[in-house]
């Protein structure tokens, strides 16, 4: 029987899901392309984590700074999305995933956040892969309206300021309910967290992958995951003495 203990698989993996753009500037197709490919690339990446045995799979879907795209290309990433939606439901209540969105989501309109609830009720028993969409989100955001939040609870009486901590004010952010993630990765070679899960993240594994996320599949995720197990997760912590030979 093998001594090696099993490889260190992270609970909850984040994606800044980057370079669709990019993907479909060098092939000359309008950016739209790049969009449907990286829905594609969603589907390879779903199936993946399911694989990995991950519990948690937060995507970075559209970012509150998104909305400053020209109109059309924000039309055609809800289109997307609204298909996607219908497109994939079924297939994702099959797996066992379940679905959770976080940000703005009253900004995309009535009829389109009526659709993403009832997705999430749909799935809402399911337990084999939490997916996490993060839509019109931004963390600076999310901590102002935590802080406010706090502000108002304090103010009315219903929360004593001096028993603020980092659990309490983590309890009011959006995702209050997840566990934080372990790993982040960002496709397309850029090295940045772009306003993304600030405060969840403070000590994730970063991983910068120069694939564009329409190239991005089940063999990147494998990389990563393998990387990861390989780094020595401190926590702030001094390192373990290396044992005298």
């Known amino acids: 029987m093998s001594s090696q203990p099993p490889p260190l698989i992270p609970r909850h993996i984040a994606i800044i899901m980057d370079g669709n753009g990019r993907w479909a500037a060098r092939r000359n197709l309008p950016r739209a392309a790049g969009h449907r490919e990286g829905v594609r690339a969603v ?15 937060t995507l970075f879907a559209f970012s509150s700074e998104n ?19 219908r497109s994939e439901l079924n297939e994702l209540a099959e797996a066992g995933v379940r679905l959770h969105v976080i940000g703005e989501r009253d900004r995309f309109g009535p009829a389109l956040e009526a659709e993403l609830a009832t997705a999430e009720a749909r799935t809402r028993t399911n ?12 963390a600076r955001a999310e901590i102002v309206a935590a802080a406010q939040r706090i502000a108002r609870e304090t103010k009315s009486g219903t929360l004593n300021p001096d028993a603020i901590d980092e659990a309490g004010f983590t309890a009011h952010l959006a995702t209050a309910a997840m566990p934080d993630p372990d790993l982040v990765i960002r496709t397309s070679g850029e090295q940045r967290l772009s306003n993304f899960l600030l405060w969840q993240a403070a000590y994730a594994e970063l991983i910068f992958d120069d694939t564009l996320w329409p190239d991005f599949g089940a063999s990147n995720l494998a990389d990563a995951i393998a990387e990861y197990a390989r780094r020595d997760r401190r926590f702030g912590a001094r390192p373990s003495p290396v044992p005298a030979q």
């Open 127 to 138: 337990d084999r892969l939490h997916l996490v969409i993060a839509l019109s989100y931004g």
């Open 67 to 85: 909305w400053r795209r020209p109109a059309d290309e924000v039309t055609d990433l809800t289109f997307l999305l609204r298909h996607y939606l």
């Open 43 to 57: 589907r390879r990446t779903i199936e993946a984590a399911i694989e990995h045995n991950i519990r948690w799979l």
